[in-house]
């Protein structure tokens, strides 16, 4: 008996598939890698951001792992912690306004390095 591989398993069933895995497009991992390890002792960048915005600030905490649950979850502390809006990025997140200074208080108080 021949095997048969998930390309044609699946194509009748769900349409387009992934060329390169052969995967449905809906689980198709090519284009989105595992999440990054999350050491423990993080070194970030604040840096504050101000053109291209309509002149708003936001502060940005960059150089952060790629790894959306850890993003998303930072984010929601963050957000909480400044009372303002803010947006994941792949690396960063955003918060809404100059938060430098309480950023980098929540930050070192999780054992982070705080750079900028
Ligand atoms: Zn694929």
Redesign the pocket.
Known sequence: MRGRRPGRVYSTLHGRT??????P?AQ????TPEPEAVPARLTVHLRIERAGRRGKTVTVVERLPSNPDFLGSLLRELRRACGTGGTVRERSVELQGDHRERLRTILEEKGWVVRG
Do not use: F, I, K, L
Not at 18 to 23: Q, Y
């Open positions: 992934c060329p390169r895995c052969g995967w497009e198709c991992r090519c284009s």
